[in-house]
């Protein structure tokens, strides 16, 4: 049984980087063998409308309570449609849950191919696959591989030159959807309007073989995720670069991290033209998790990161303190903390599973939302149906979005936005501070511009002098975003506005103009994704008023009110450890790239 529980599993798991059939080979603690794996959910993948159809027909996910949607797709398939059949004993409970049901399984099977009019197991093949291009091909072509340029190790022009040299330039993300018999013939290449140095390219292009790959000069990253770095550090010119260090608050795989990382690079390497000094930036990049900062450490490393991260392992952000001497000279804070993920689609080759949907309770697509790890101790047939249920997420500041997105309700959400909201009102208490992002892989209201409405409306933000950064104020790429901030959510199955939500009300239209919003589904190939930037007011940002009581001596008790001018006084030297420490044996160690 250990191949199912193996598919289960790396079907389950995060990404961490290259494409679907490596991750399964370079894994580690699979007792299957990866051939049979890859086999095993490929073949299964082009099945699962049928088996799905059969399954919920059935009705065996309701008696059967050992199995999850996942298993039992997987499980039927071996069962109806491989020759050996279910590879495990006859008298595995697991098997026999599916094969208690075989007559009524196979019954349900028949009815579907005589309902498509197939006279054969052959022609119902062909007909289920046209049937399943119909309706998932269009997301292949409108979902492109978005591709950024790291600018510490390359250059786009670089890259345009060696990389993507045999790459033809198209002049739309719709021109890269070649007609299907010339797709595997053209290579096309669509240079970014909005993030500098991110291109797009054909779904399903892989470069993990490639040496620019693998050695960080490119990185695979969807494009919205480039949306906080980018709108935090902006267009600068060597005159106006960026001051002060920074802190990426909830980091871990590390991609919004190295895309800091790539644009400081950038406006050194314009500095050092124009033969001006600029002090070394500091980026310290957190995740709550050891296991996770392991990650964000190697793509920190592979990024050529090193010299300007610190990677705080274990460090949550909820717990650093902002008035501590290592970060008096934070100036900007990327807040990207854990959300419902509503907004996340299949983004590389993982198959996009359509699972059995039990009576009461409704799953979602395998691959098609990040998930916790589980499923690995394959011992018993309870723990692993209790691993690989969607079940209810909790919530870490460091999770990066990654909890399960089964059945999301109004008091989860309410609970994600509520730690949402301290996780960047914590970031607006950082004395120096100037700027914030803030984003979500979410299209629920309540975890944005809810959120905002309750930022703007903070003790910290009213004392400080925080304002959202307006659209004319952003980046030039961003400012060109034509897709701005709502009042009202959207119905997820129509897409039609829902009624106004009464948390946003205090937002002018000038607040929404300044949250950006990506949609899943429209031309531009994104998933769900917002993000908002705040600022402080040229006064507030550059006098904090600093309140000092001074209670050992009677006669000082009084409390007194200094200003400092930020850059005249904050010259201790920073904590620069955390770059030099020994990559730890895991399970990441078989590890080359990066994915978002």
């Known amino acids: 049984m250990s191949l199912y529980f193996d598919a289960v599993a790396i079907l389950t798991a995060p990404s961490t980087g290259g494409s679907f059939k490596s991750r399964i080979y370079n894994a580690r603690n699979l007792r299957a063998s990866p051939a049979q794996i890859y086999a095993l959910i490929i073949e299964a993948s082009k099945w699962d409308r049928v088996l799905a159809e059969v399954i919920e027909k059935s009705d065996i996910l309701s008696v059967e309570r050992k199995l999850t949607p996942l298993l039992a797709l997987l499980l039927v398939y071996d069962h109806l449609l491989s020759k050996k059949g279910i590879a495990a004993p006859a008298a595995h409970p697991i098997r026999q849950a599916v094969e208690r049901h075989k007559v009524r399984l196979k ?8 309902r498509r009019g197939c006279a054969s197991v052959d022609q119902f093949k062909a007909a289920v696959l046209k049937e399943k291009r ?6 292949q072509f409108v979902y492109p591989r978005w591709v950024r340029v790291n600018n510490i190790r390359s250059s786009l022009d670089e890259q345009l030159r060696t990389t993507f040299a045999d790459y033809e330039r198209v002049d739309s993300l719709a021109a890269l959807a ?15 309007p909005n993030i500098p140095d991110l291109v797009a390219v054909p779904f399903g292009a892989d470069f993990t073989s490639s040496s620019a790959y693998k050695n960080g000069e490119i990185i695979l990253q969807d494009k919205a995720s480039c949306f906080p770095a980018y709108l935090l550090l902006g267009d600068r010119d060597a005159k106006n670069a960026w001051q002060g260090d920074l802190v990426d608050g909830c980091a871990a795989p590390g991609n919004k991290t190295t895309h800091m990382a790539s644009i400081l690079a950038q406006q050194q390497k314009q500095m050092q033209q124009d033969r001006q000094w600029n002090p070394q930036k500091q980026i310290f990049s957190m995740d709550a998790s050891k296991l996770r900062s392991k990650t964000l450490q190697k793509m920190v490393s592979l990024a050529g990161a ?13 717990a650093l303190d902002p008035d501590d001497p290592q970060y008096e000279n934070v100036t900007g804070l990327l807040l990207d903390p854990s959300c419902s993920g509503s907004g996340i689609v299949g983004r590389d080759d993982v198959p996009q599973l359509t699972l059995p949907r039990p009576k ?6 395998a691959g098609g939302k990040k998930r916790k790890r589980g499923a690995e101790n394959h011992d018993d047939a309870d723990e692993l149906a209790s691993n690989v249920t969607l079940a ?3 919530a870490a500041p460091s999770d990066e979005n990654d909890i399960p997105t089964g059945t999301m309700d ?23 501070a100037t700027h914030v992002t803030y984003s979500t892989c979410s299209v629920h209201l309540i975890e944005n511009e809810a959120v905002v409405a309750r930022l703007l409306a903070s003790d910290v933000a009213r004392e400080r002098g925080w304002r959202l950064l307006r659209r004319e104020e952003q980046p030039d790429g961003l400012r060109r975003w034509i897709h701005r901030g709502v009042r009202r959510d959207r119905d997820p199955d129509t897409g039609a506005e829902l009624q106004d939500d009464e948390s946003v009300s205090a937002l002018t239209e000038k607040d929404l103009e300044a949250c950006l919003r990506c949609w899943s589904g429209d031309s531009e190939g994104l998933g769900g994704f917002f993000v908002a930037g705040f600022v402080r007011d040229a006064e507030a940002s550059h006098t904090t008023l600093v309140t000092q ?16 001018e930020h850059g005249k006084e904050n010259t201790k030297t920073k904590n620069g450890t955390g770059n030099d420490s020994e990559e730890d044996d895991d399970e990441d160690e078989e590890w080359s790239g990066f994915s978002d």
């Not at 070649?178 to 970014?192: F, H, Q, T, V």
């Not at 109004?410 to 607006?428: D, G, M, P, Y």
């Open 392 to 394: 209810e997420p909790s």
């Open 178 to 192: 070649a007609p299907d018999d010339d797709r595997s013939k053209r290579k096309l290449l669509y240079l970014d």
């Open 306 to 318: 090193d010299p300007m991260v610190t990677v705080l392992q274990g460090q949550d952000f909820l």
């Open 107 to 114: 019954a349900e099977f028949t009815k579907a191919r005589v």
């Open 549 to 564: 009581s001074v209670s050992k001596s009677p006669a000082k008790s009084t409390p007194r009110t200094l200003k400092v």
């Open 360 to 365: 009461l309770v409704q799953s979602a697509k």
């Open 410 to 432: 109004n008091e989860r959400l309410t609970k994600l936005s509520n730690l949402q909201a301290r996780i960047v009102e914590h970031a607006l208490s950082f004395p120096s």
């Open 134 to 139: 119909e309706a998932d091909g269009t997301n």
